[in-house]
């Protein structure tokens, strides 16, 4: 047990080194602003379209935030408050209206249940990005998926 230690210990050791060694290498300039050291890069990823599912029943009061961001185009930012007991269907509902009033007419945006359904309305239309950005809904999980 204690030549375990010491082998976890050395390991840590050595990727702490390792991580000192990179971040004297890396200039200042070229790190975010907003980042703290360690920090990772989410990568956005656009498609043509997406499904949202939901399932469950919220068990307290809460909020969900997303943010919607067409390529090339300012992101915008969606917020559903939900109350105990509410159903999936109706966050559904609430989130449905949020994402059309977001998306404008560049996007097809369909409700059916607990599932919502994104698409671009034409060719020309950007591809778009949609993430939660927030969520402190417990009972209530969230799919969102390539569709």
């Known amino acids: ?56 029943k919220t068990q307290y009061a809460g909020n969900v935030k997303m943010e919607f961001k067409p390529q090339g185009q300012d992101a915008k930012l969606l917020s559903v408050d939900v109350i105990p007991k509410m159903k999936s269907d109706e966050i559904a509902r609430d989130l449905y209206k949020q994402l059309t009033l977001a998306a404008g007419s560049n996007f097809k945006v369909k409700q059916s249940g607990d599932r919502i359904t994104i698409e671009k309305a034409s060719k020309k239309a950007p591809t778009f990005s949609l993430r939660i950005t927030n969520q402190s809904v417990l009972g209530v999980s969230f799919l969102i998926d390539k569709d």
């Open 1 to 56: 047990m204690r030549s375990f230690t010491v082998v976890a210990v050395a390991v840590l050791a050595v990727f702490a080194v390792g991580e000192w060694a990179i971040a004297q290498e890396t200039p200042v300039a070229q790190q975010p602003a907003t980042a703290g050291p360690g920090a990772v890069a989410i990568p956005v990823i656009y498609v043509e379209a997406m499904r949202i599912q939901l399932d469950g």
